[in-house]
C-alpha cells in the first residue's frame, strides 16, 4: 500500500500517520522528520535545511526529492509506505511518476486555515519520534511528556503564529494545486483519491482511515 498524506501545515497528517503506521505495519516517510532530524544531527543538510524551515519556507524539490527516492529504496518500504509531507510541489509529484513510483491512495484532510492557527498554538512533539500530541484536543498521558519514552514534549520553532500564516501561504500557492493534480490521476484510473473532513476528532478521522484502507 502507498499512500500520499494531503494538507496544510497542521492539518493532522502526522497525527494519522501514527495511527496507519500502527495499524497496517508501513512506515510513515515525513519529509519534515527526516529534516528535522538531520537539523538535530548537525549534519550538511541540517545545516542548509534549518534556516528555511524555521522561517516555514520550503527546501528545494531537488533535495527533497533525491532524499525520498534514497529513503522509498530501503528495506522496510517494500510493502509499501506513507508519504507525509511530500510530495509538496508539482515538480516533486512528477519525479514521483516519472521514477515510476506509483501511489494507491490520496488522503486529503480539509481544515480551514483559521482552524490550524489555532491548532498549532497547541502542538506540541516529542523530537526523537516525531510523535505529536495538542495540549487540549490530543493531550500526552503526563503533563509535557512523550507517553512512550517519558522525554520533554517541546513547540516547534516554526509553530509561532506569523510563520504559520506564511506556510499556510505557501500552501495555497505551491501545494494545494496537487488537489487537482491528484483528482485527475485518480480520473484516469492511475490511484485513488479521498478528501476528509479533517476537523472531526482525532478518532473518528482515525475511524475513517480504517474504513476507507481496510
Ligand atoms: P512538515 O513537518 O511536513 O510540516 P507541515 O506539512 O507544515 O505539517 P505539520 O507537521 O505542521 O502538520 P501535520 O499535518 O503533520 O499536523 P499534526 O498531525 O502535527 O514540514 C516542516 C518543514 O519542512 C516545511 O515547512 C519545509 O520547510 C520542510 N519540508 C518538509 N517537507 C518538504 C517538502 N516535501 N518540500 C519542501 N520542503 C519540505 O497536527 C497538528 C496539531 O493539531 C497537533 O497538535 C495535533 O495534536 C493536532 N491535531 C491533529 N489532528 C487533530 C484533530 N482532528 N482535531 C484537533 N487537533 C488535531
Ligand atoms: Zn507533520
Not at 524539490?61 to 509499501?80: F, H, W
Not at 507525509?84 to 512528477?94: E, L, N, Y
Not at 501511489?103 to 516525531?130: C, N, Q, T, W, Y
Request: net charge negative; charged share 30%.
Amino acid at each position: 500500500m502507498r499512500i500520499i498524506l494531503l494538507g496544510a501545515p497542521g492539518a493532522g497528517k502526522g497525527t494519522q500517520a501514527q495511527f496507519i503506521m500502527e495499524r497496517y505495519g508501513i512506515p510513515q516517510i515525513s519529509t519534515g522528520d527526516m529534516l528535522r532530524a538531520a537539523v538535530k544531527a548537525g549534519t550538511a543538510l541540517g545545516i542548509k535545511a534549518k534556516e528555511v524551515m524555521d522561517a516555514g519556507q520550503l527546501v528545494s524539490d531537488e533535495l527533497i526529492i533525491g532524499l525520498v527516492k534514497e529513503r522509498i529504496l530501503e528495506d522496510d518500504c517494500e510493502k509499501g509506505f506513507l508519504l507525509d509531507g511530500f510530495p509538496r510541489t508539482i515538480p516533486q509529484a512528477d519525479a514521483m511518476k516519472e521514477a515510476g513510483i506509483n501511489i494507491d491512495a490520496v488522503l486529503e484532510f480539509d481544515v480551514a486555515d483559521e482552524e490550524i492557527v489555532k491548532r498549532m498554538s497547541g502542538r506540541r512533539v516529542h523530537p526523537g519520534s516525531g510523535r505529536v500530541y495538542h495540549i487540549v484536543y490530543n493531550p500526552p498521558k503526563v503533563e509535557g511528556k512523550d507517553d512512550v519514552s517519558g522525554e520533554d514534549l517541546v513547540i516547534r520553532p516554526d509553530d509561532e503564529e506569523s510563520i504559520v500564516r506564511d506556510r499556510l501561504a505557501i500552501y495555497h500557492e505551491q501545494t494545494k494545486p496537487l488537489v487537482s493534480y491528484y483528482g485527475k490521476e485518480a480520473e484516469l484510473g492511475n490511484s485513488k483519491y479521498f478528501k476528509l473532513d479533517g476537523t472531526q476528532s482525532v478518532e473518528a478521522i482515525s475511524n475513517q482511515l480504517v474504513e476507507l484502507l481496510d
